[in-house]
Structure formats: C-alpha cells, structure tokens
C-alpha cells in the first residue's frame, strides 16, 4: 500500500518511514526527487545537532549536514546501502566518518554547497535563531547566580568542574543550576512565566 | 538515564551537548537522536538556545566581559555615572556597544535590583538581581541598539536598589548620536 502512494508537493506522507523513502530513491519511480527531498529534509536537522555537538561551529555544522547530505544522496542513487530500514545508522557512521576525517585534516567540504545544489534541490534550511532581544531580557529576569553559570556554561565553554571552584560550590550543584536555568530560559521564550 | 527505545530526557540532553555524558551514554544519545523526530526537534530548541547564549550581551556585564568583548573587536565605548548624575552619552557610527559603569557602593549588599524608566517615571523594565562587580564598586550596563524594543526613549533613568529595595543610587543617561 505505502509503495503505491505517489508523493507530491501536497502529499507529503509522514506516515513513511525514513527507510519507506530511502527504497524510493534509485529505483526510477516517479517521485524519486520527493523522496529524495523530504528524506534529506529529515535528515538535515539531525545531522546539525551532531555536527554543533561535536564541531561547535554554525559555518562548519552547515558544512557537514551538505556533504553528509551529498554521501547519502550518492549512495542511495547508486543502491549501495546495504539496510535502508537502518537508514540513520547510515547517516550517523559518515558523520562520524568526516568529523573524524576533519579532525585529522584541514578539510572542509566548501564545494559540498555548490555540488548538493547540482543534485537539483535545495535541501538544507537553516533554523531561525532565537530572538536576541527576547533572550536578552529573559536572561535579566533570571537570578544573577544562574546568568553568570550559563554564560560560563555555553559562551565561556568551562566546565562544571571550573565553574564551581569559581563560584565556590560543587560541580553537582552547577549541572542543577545550569538545568534549571535553561529549562526558565526556555519557558521565558516560549512565553510563558519562569 | 533513559533505555535505548526510550526518548531522551531534558537534562540528559542538555548533558549531552555540554560534552558531559559518558561515552557509552553519548553513544546511545547520538544513536536515538538520528532516528527520532521528537527528541531532535527537542534538541533543536536547546541548540538554539545554547547558539544564543554564545552570542548574547546580558543587560548588565562584568569588569571582565568588557575586556573579552574588546579581545573580540567589539568597539565599545565606556561611559562612568556617579550616583545622581545626569549626562549624555554617544553613540556613532563606529560604535556596537556603549558601557554605562554606574559607580555604587556594594558593601554589605547581596543583591542589586536594576529598574530602567523615563525621566517621567514611566518604568520599560525592571530586573530583580542583576549582575554587578563588586571589586569595581559598580554595575555595567551594556546598552545595546537593539534594546530600543524595550528601551525607547533615548533618555534613560537607571535606579539601582538592595534587596529592601533601598536606593542606591540614580543615574540619567542621555543617549545621543554623533
């Protein structure tokens, strides 16, 4: 049944999993592009998180989700991966594959760009950052202890080990804080009250 | 911490992209979030977050942050108020950040509460325990253009009060362009 629908620009079927549209692409069907198109566009967000993880770089995270985008796309087109129901094993191995790989070189895949748009589609989107006066101002509404532990957290990158012999209290005492914080932050951006 | 099928906690994420699980727990993190849907639009908020917080200049800063930002090429501009006094301040075409260094004294006090309101009294915000360097003897306030959302009124009255909500101090900034 799920082989017999034909995606188009108004059918976008989330009940498919990403595996259903992986064995779409390389086969000629008529929607092999939509396929191709709404898999990546899964995909894209999921490669990011992996990329700011580990690279801690917008620029470089874009970066891999292109050429983490292009491997996939070439090997499904080719029908060289081997269980397209593990499709996300796939897509995490190559992230790993070239982070591990840029960690060694100086590589960047700055062509990864201009080769992904040859593939015919625009795939990546880059998320919309958060609103910096919203975020200023929550950030106000937060006790000054909780302010100082997420700038030191995430824009000063120390660790919890640091922040705590700075603040003199324990690397424990740091994650709750640091936890809570956020979680204010969060609820402030959103709208609701911390 | 959560089984293999089971969505990632809030906290467990947060963890997980300070680089502060064990690698087995990381591992598994990863693994979980290539193939669910929830928990990486879950994690995409947090990054956003975290993205924002890497680039954000608080309201009020420290000694410092004032040195980091000028590492960083931010061309900032420090102006210093004594308590009571009224003065301008001025922004040019060459400046990202100005730096009121509102003077206090901040002995015996361990809470500093920032209100900004026009010279009429009409209050924009006001924020209940503010950052405030204690070794200087002031609070920073690093005004931001952007901050003309919250802030509108180019003359500005800063009052900061203890936790009684004593006054310790006024200070009227007068932004101007040049």
């Given at each position: 049944?799920?082989?017999?629908?034909?995606?188009?620009?108004?059918?976008?079927?989330?009940?498919?999993?990403?595996?259903?549209?992986?064995?779409?692409?390389?086969?000629?069907?008529?929607?092999?592009?939509?396929?191709?198109?709404?898999?990546?566009?899964?995909?894209?967000?999921?490669?990011?998180?992996?990329?700011?993880r580990?690279?801690?770089?917008?620029?470089?995270?874009?970066?891999?989700?292109?050429?983490?985008?292009?491997?996939?796309?070439?090997?499904?087109?080719?029908?060289?991966?081997?269980?397209?129901?593990?499709?996300?094993?796939?897509?995490?191995?190559?992230?790993r594959?070239?982070?591990?790989?840029?960690?060694?070189?100086?590589?960047?895949?700055?062509?990864?760009?201009?080769?992904?748009?040859?593939?015919?589609?625009?795939?990546?989107?880059?998320?919309?950052?958060?609103?910096?006066?919203?975020?200023?101002?929550?950030?106000?509404?937060?006790?000054?202890?909780?302010?100082?532990?997420?700038l030191?957290?995430?824009r000063?990158?120390?660790?919890?080990?640091?922040?705590?012999?700075?603040?003199?209290?324990?690397?424990?005492?740091?994650?709750?804080?640091?936890?809570?914080?956020?979680?204010?932050?969060?609820?402030?951006?959103?709208?609701?009250?911390? | 911490?959560?089984?293999?099928?089971?969505?990632?906690?809030?906290?467990?994420?947060?963890?997980?992209?300070?680089?502060?699980?064990?690698?087995?727990?990381?591992?598994?993190v990863?693994?979980?979030?290539?193939?669910?849907?929830?928990?990486?639009?879950?994690?995409?908020?947090?990054?956003?977050?975290?993205?924002?917080?890497?680039?954000?200049?608080?309201?009020?800063?420290?000694?410092?942050?004032?040195?980091?930002l000028?590492?960083?090429?931010?061309?900032?501009?420090?102006?210093?108020?004594?308590?009571?006094?009224?003065?301008?301040?001025?922004?040019?075409?060459?400046?990202?950040?100005?730096?009121?260094?509102?003077?206090?004294?901040?002995?015996?006090?361990?809470?500093?509460?920032?209100?900004?309101?026009?010279?009429?009294?009409?209050?924009?915000?006001?924020?209940?325990?503010?950052?405030?360097?204690?070794?200087?003897?002031?609070?920073?306030?690093?005004?931001?253009?952007?901050?003309?959302?919250?802030?509108p009124?180019?003359?500005?009255?800063?009052?900061?009060?203890?936790?009684?909500?004593?006054?310790?101090?006024?200070?009227?900034?007068?932004?101007?362009?040049?």
């Amino acid at each position: 049944m799920k082989d017999s629908v034909v995606l188009t620009e108004d059918s976008l079927e989330p009940s498919l999993s990403d595996g259903d549209l992986a064995r779409r692409v390389g086969t000629g069907a008529l929607d092999e592009r939509q396929a191709e198109a709404i898999l990546c566009r899964r995909l894209a967000p999921r490669i990011r998180l992996y990329a700011l993880r580990h690279l801690r770089d917008s620029a470089a995270a874009t970066d891999l989700v292109q050429d983490v985008l292009i491997v996939l796309i070439e090997a499904l087109r080719a029908r060289r991966v081997e269980n397209l129901d593990r499709i996300d094993s796939f897509v995490l191995g190559t992230c790993r594959n070239l982070v591990s790989k840029q960690h060694r070189t100086a590589w960047r895949g700055a062509t990864a760009k201009n080769k992904l748009e040859a593939l015919g589609e625009s795939y990546v989107e880059e998320p919309r950052a958060v609103d910096r006066t919203k975020l200023t101002v929550c950030m106000g509404n937060l006790p000054s202890r909780e302010q100082r532990v997420l700038l030191l957290s995430f824009r000063d990158e120390e660790s919890a080990e640091q922040i705590a012999r700075e603040l003199g209290t324990t690397p424990g005492n740091i994650r709750v804080i640091r936890h809570r914080a956020l979680a204010s932050l969060q609820r402030c951006l959103r709208g609701g009250e911390q | 911490m959560t089984a293999d099928n089971e969505h990632s906690a809030f906290d467990e994420l947060v963890l997980y992209f300070a680089g502060e699980l064990a690698a087995g727990d990381e591992t598994r993190v990863e693994e979980h979030l290539m193939g669910c849907a929830s928990c990486t639009a879950a994690s995409t908020e947090i990054v956003g977050l975290i993205e924002g917080l890497r680039s954000v200049v608080p309201i009020t800063i420290t000694s410092r942050d004032v040195a980091r930002l000028q590492a960083a090429g931010t061309r900032l501009v420090e102006n210093e108020f004594a308590p009571g006094e009224r003065k301008e301040a001025f922004w040019t075409m060459d400046t990202d950040l100005l730096v009121h260094r509102l003077k206090v004294d901040l002995r015996d006090v361990d809470v500093v509460s920032l209100e900004a309101k026009d010279e009429a009294g009409k209050s924009f915000f006001r924020f209940a325990d503010v950052l405030a360097d204690k070794r200087d003897g002031a609070v920073l306030i690093a005004c931001q253009q952007h901050l003309v959302a919250i802030c509108p009124e180019p003359d500005t009255v800063f009052v900061l009060r203890d936790g009684t909500e004593r006054v310790l101090g006024e200070y009227t900034v007068l932004h101007r362009f040049r």
